[in-house]
């Protein structure tokens, strides 16, 4: 289909935009840039994108009139069928607007809930889309109709007979919204015990975020081996990928790839995808994947970051948890490249690197070895009968939590250890020992 992409520009934006001339503020003409991405990401053919500057909004269409009668003419012209307008828009605004260009139009939180919708691949990726697409429905249902609903007079709290027909809808959207929760509540347990016995499994949790396209999954494929999707488009990721992997030292973790970020990200919808982020809050590590060649990375950074709090990662925390991995440096002129080298050089918290050539990517993993070998993991492990000469070692470098002398004469004990230490054992123990099952991994 055929689509005209519009970003509006409010007064107050620009003012503040001058006032702030420092702060990374995106440009409008990286916002549009990103707008355009995002109608690609659902294979839409971009005919033209506009920055449209708005001295008033209107309430009834956003728009002025003089400036709706040209995007009139322009949508005629390019014969486009959609319009999105990269900005919210109230439920009377977009109908007036559909009704004055004779199109279909969206605003940027249908459009990503579009992307959403069409990426959902997994039981739970698709379970948080309904529901976010149905939060979505409700806000502007109530938002459309109050005036409507005052006009009438009420119709009693109990409802009944004299109900209105939006009390009856939204009341309709309520019910499959509850139900939708407890479904996804479900899967979220299953998932839950899944992690609970992977956590039993000794190995620590690396999770990748970033803003959405900043190269997160082809550092995951690069790093891991696996042959996650990785696309120039937006969200191209939905669904998280976990894959076992070994560190430099021998340590195993588990990396994770997740759902990208994006700057205006309503609410509800990261309410609605808390559990594939739950991953994250549990990472004994996050890599902050930014893509150092969009002239917007700051403003995105920040975004990130923002996100991350909402979900419960305060800044603390994050001095201590999170690795900063400039990616994409292959990018960048050989001035910008060695200055941005350079810098991350200077800085404990950050990596440059080009997940495409490899570039950086093997100090990045002796960093992550390095941060992770304070992190202690628990296992049990079973010595038979003719490993006892093991035990004083496991004794001297383990914490040792359990014994149990079983009768056939081995031991079990219930310990914990570095990383180093865990690949010391597995080398004393010998690769027979693995004792967990790995049938977590998909
Ligand atoms: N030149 C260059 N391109 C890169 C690099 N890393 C990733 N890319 C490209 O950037 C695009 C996006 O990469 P992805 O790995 O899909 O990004 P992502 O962060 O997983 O994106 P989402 O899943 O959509 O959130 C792809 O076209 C990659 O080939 C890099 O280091 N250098
Ligand atoms: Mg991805």
Redesign the pocket.
Known sequence: MRAVVLVPQLKQQRDHREATATAPLRSMEAKLEEAKGLALAIDLTVTQGLIVPVSQPRPATLFGTGKIEEIGHLLDETDAGLVIVDHPLTPVQQRNLEKQWNSKVIDRTGLILEIFGRRASTKEGTLQVDLAHLNYQKGRLVRSWTHLERQRGGAGFMGGPGETQIEADRRLLQDRIVRLERELEQVVRTRQLHRAKRRKVPHPIVALV?Y????????FNRITGAGVL????????LDPTLRRMKLPHGRTVILS?T??FISDLPTHLVAAFRATLEEVLEADLVLH?RDM?DPDNAAQAGDVMRILGDLGIDEKVAEERIIEVW??V??LEPEAHDAIMQKAEGRANVRA?????GEGVDALMDDVSVRLSGVLTETTIVLSVDQLPLLSWVYDNAIVDGREDREDGSVALDIRLSGEQGAALERKLGLGAKTQSEDWER
């Open positions: 970033g959405t396209n900043a190269g997160k999954s082809t550092l990785a696309e120039d488009m937006l969200f191209a990721t790839d759902v990208g994947v060649s990616n994409k292959d990018r690197v080009s997940a495409l050539t």
